[in-house]
């Protein structure tokens, strides 16, 4: 632990944040690991490398956003954060809309005999 002059412990920066801030810092880590882990998952060859791609790269800006909620302290604050995470949650719609459809029409799709 680093000491700071006169014997007393310096706080960490987790430490001085509140607990918003503690909170936004965990959710981008899990944004960011969820890119990470998609991005991951589209080095394999199957039939959705381009959506995984999409979405690795969208929740990584989506967790960026939470990192600078941090510092302004609200999601709609300045305007232009409101706007990028609007359109985050967009493409996370589209994108699951993009995959319902091809699933759905991929001929393997039938439901199972009973």
């Not at 080095?43 to 690795?56: E, M, N």
């Not at 800006?61 to 909620?69: A, K, N, Q, R, V």
């Not at 990028?84 to 439901?111: E, G, M, N, Q």
Request: with cysteine; charged share 15%; glycine share 8%.
């Amino acid at each position: 632990m680093p000491l700071h002059w006169g014997g007393r412990r310096r706080k960490s920066a987790v430490e001085k944040m509140n607990f918003a801030q503690v909170g936004n810092l965990l959710e981008a880590i899990v944004w960011l690991a969820i890119g990470v882990v998609l991005f991951a998952r589209s080095q394999r060859p199957t039939g959705h490398v381009r959506l995984l791609r999409v979405l690795a790269v969208t929740f990584a800006i989506f967790g960026l956003t939470d990192l600078i909620e941090i510092q302004t302290g609200a999601w709609w604050k300045p305007p232009w954060l409101l706007g990028i995470k609007a359109v985050c949650v967009a493409s996370f719609v589209l994108c699951f809309w993009h995959y319902l459809r091809t699933r759905l029409s991929a001929p393997d799709s039938a439901p199972p005999p009973s």
